[in-house]
């Protein structure tokens, strides 16, 4: 069987890739007016500038048999912008899958590399995508690990048994214990007002003070955010703001998900102001009905030991897509920024640095 790979605009094989998705239903839809929502949403919001398609036809038919995507994304370490990029929807035909369309298919973002089109790839794939990944010699990063303070364990523990509830109180005071006598919490800038913030607000606030960051960070539009974050298809997330009081400019966001399970999906802040670990604690300390605070990162990075030493504990992921998502990353050693590229303990990266 011969097959045909092309790169693609995505705007030109939309309703192509949509039936193929939906033929194989790998989205969380149920209806094909629900994936044209969801493919829509993804290449209106996923991507800071045009995104790419790469897909495998058979030749004989033309049938698509394969597809993957790749949005840009822009970090920023210091005053160095970086051109990266992160994988979407990769899938083969089931009827293909030991055929070498996979790995053609993972080639397509290591040519993107050697190309020179972007500085980073970064890739958030299940064991099999990251195993092709690694053959084709991308840095294994593993996966993301949760870093998780209780706030209150009385509703956690009673949910697994009514009995376990008197126990909460003990537990409580030993994480107020643990994050009293922490150090990697910045107390001296918890004067910072806190307050959610609506898509239209958001628009509008200025970041354009902050100083520049120490560490790679995603870099995004206040537009991508909103998209990102607020006005995806069937979820729903909280943005907060932290304001200068007085002044009332935004000197940093926390993305979590409006619940008594604050996950937080993503944080930027203004280094002159605060640090992120300090401003999730802030914001979670606001939340009344809090009862834990859950932040997926890398532990390689030096944002996970920080959030270690303001308490957190290092908890294996209860959320079964995060367990079985592995990060790895593609950079040539000759990049003007390779040093930082090839560090990941000097990356902040986020649950929202993924694609979904």
Same mark, same amino acid.
């Given at each position: 069987? +011969?097959?045909?790979?092309?790169? %693609?605009?995505?705007?030109?094989?939309?309703?192509?890739?949509?039936?193929?998705?939906?033929?194989? $239903?790998?989205?969380?839809?149920?209806?094909?007016?629900?994936?044209?929502?969801?493919?829509?949403?993804?290449?209106?919001?996923?991507?800071?500038?045009? *995104?790419?398609?790469?897909?495998?036809?058979?030749?004989?038919?033309?049938?698509?048999?394969?597809?993957?995507? %790749? !949005?840009? $994304?822009?970090?920023?370490?210091?005053?160095?912008?970086?051109?990266?990029?992160?994988?979407?929807?990769?899938?083969?035909?089931?009827?293909?899958?030991?055929?070498?369309?996979?790995?053609? /298919?993972?080639?397509?973002?290591?040519? &993107?590399?050697?190309?020179?089109?972007?500085? &980073?790839?970064?890739?958030?794939?299940?064991?099999?995508?990251?195993?092709?990944? @690694?053959?084709?010699?991308?840095?294994?990063?593993?996966?993301?690990?949760?870093?998780?303070?209780?706030?209150?364990?009385?509703?956690?523990?009673?949910?697994?048994?009514? @009995?376990?509830?008197?126990?909460?109180? &003990?537990?409580?005071?030993?994480?107020?214990?643990?994050?009293?006598?922490? #150090?990697?919490?910045?107390?001296?800038?918890?004067?910072?007002?806190?307050?959610?913030? #609506?898509?239209?607000?958001?628009? #509008?606030?200025?970041?354009?003070?902050?100083?520049?960051?120490?560490?790679?960070?995603?870099?995004?539009?206040?537009?991508?955010?909103?998209?990102? !974050?607020?006005?995806?298809?069937?979820?729903?997330?909280?943005?907060?703001? &932290?304001?200068?009081?007085?002044?009332? +400019?935004?000197?940093?966001?926390?993305?979590?998900?409006? #619940? @008594?399970?604050?996950?937080?999906?993503?944080?930027? +802040?203004? *280094?002159?102001?605060?640090?992120?670990?300090?401003?999730?604690?802030?914001?979670?300390?606001?939340? $009344?009905?809090?009862?834990?605070?859950? %932040? *997926?990162?890398?532990?390689?990075?030096? /944002?996970?030991?920080?959030?270690?030493?303001?308490?957190? /504990?290092? $908890?294996?992921?209860?959320?079964?897509?995060?367990?079985?998502?592995?990060?790895?990353? /593609?950079?040539?050693?000759?990049?003007?920024?390779?040093?930082?590229?090839?560090? *990941?303990?000097?990356?902040?990266?986020?649950?929202?640095?993924?694609? !979904?």
């Amino acid at each position: 069987m +011969t097959f045909e790979f092309q790169r %693609v605009d995505p705007l030109e094989v939309r309703d192509e890739v949509i039936d193929f998705f939906f033929k194989h $239903r790998r989205w969380p839809g149920e209806t094909r007016a629900d994936y044209e929502a969801i493919w829509d949403w993804r290449h209106r919001a996923l991507s800071e500038g045009p *995104p790419l398609g790469y897909i495998a036809r058979l030749q004989s038919t033309g049938e698509i048999v394969g597809h993957v995507g %790749v !949005y840009r $994304r822009e970090f920023r370490i210091g005053d160095a912008r970086i051109a990266g990029c992160v994988p979407g929807n990769l899938f083969v035909n089931p009827a293909w899958k030991q055929n070498i369309i996979g790995v053609r /298919l993972v080639m397509f973002f290591r040519s &993107l590399i050697q190309n020179r089109e972007f500085d &980073l790839f970064l890739g958030f794939g299940n064991e099999p995508a990251n195993a092709m990944l @690694a053959r084709l010699g991308f840095a294994q990063l593993g996966a993301m690990h949760t870093y998780a303070d209780v706030r209150n364990a009385g509703a956690v523990l009673r949910r697994r048994h009514r @009995a376990f509830a008197a126990v909460g109180p &003990l537990v409580n005071l030993g994480f107020a214990a643990r994050r009293q006598f922490s #150090t990697g919490v910045r107390r001296v800038k918890s004067h910072l007002d806190v307050r959610t913030v #609506t898509a239209s607000e958001f628009l #509008t606030l200025d970041r354009s003070h902050w100083s520049a960051p120490t560490r790679l960070v995603a870099w995004e539009s206040n537009e991508f955010i909103v998209e990102r !974050y607020l006005k995806e298809p069937g979820a729903e997330r909280t943005l907060f703001g &932290l304001f200068a009081p007085g002044k009332g +400019t935004l000197e940093g966001f926390v993305v979590t998900e409006p #619940t @008594a399970r604050v996950k937080v999906w993503d944080c930027q +802040t203004n *280094p002159a102001a605060i640090d992120p670990t300090s401003a999730i604690a802030v914001v979670a300390s606001r939340i $009344r009905r809090a009862e834990t605070v859950l %932040v *997926p990162t890398l532990p390689q990075s030096a /944002l996970a030991g920080e959030f270690m030493r303001a308490g957190f /504990l290092d $908890r294996e992921s209860v959320d079964a897509v995060e367990a079985n998502t592995f990060v790895s990353a /593609l950079s040539l050693p000759d990049n003007p920024h390779a040093q930082v590229l090839n560090d *990941p303990s000097q990356w902040n990266i986020w649950m929202g640095s993924r694609h !979904y």
